[in-house]
């Protein structure tokens, strides 16, 4: 069994920061790309970043320069690091990885449940 439990979520005033974690945990034998996607209300998920095993990170056009996704492979944990914030991006955030299990030795993709980010005055 594996699971991703994402926190750091909250409400933040229009140009502050906040720090979301995804700590994946259970049966891994090893995880591949993790990534951030969010889903604001009445709007498809989109992607918001992603980050290999190795550290090469991809952000969506509209978050470059103001988010950071890094990771620590020691922790199994993926992170994102916002600011500038902005009311547009009031959303849930979602982590996903790609992951290894001890159990079937595949690669499978695993959702974390969300965390509800608001940005508000």
């Known amino acids: 069994q594996v699971q991703l439990v994402e926190s750091g979520g909250g409400l933040v005033q229009p140009g502050g920061s906040l720090r979301l974690s995804c700590a994946a945990s259970g049966s891994i034998l090893s995880i591949l790309a993790m990534g951030w996607h969010r889903q604001a209300p009445g709007k498809q998920r989109e992607l918001v970043a992603t980050i290999t095993r190795g550290g090469t990170a991809t952000y969506a056009d509209s978050m470059k320069g103001r988010f950071t996704i890094s990771r620590d492979n020691a922790k199994n944990t993926v992170y994102l690091q916002m600011s500038s914030l902005k009311p547009e991006d009031t959303a849930v955030y979602y982590c996903?990885?790609?992951?290894?299990?001890?159990?079937?030795?595949?690669?499978?993709?695993?959702w974390g449940q969300g965390t509800q980010v608001t940005v508000s005055s």
């Open positions: 996903n990885a790609d992951i290894i299990s001890r159990g079937t030795m595949m690669s499978s993709n695993y």
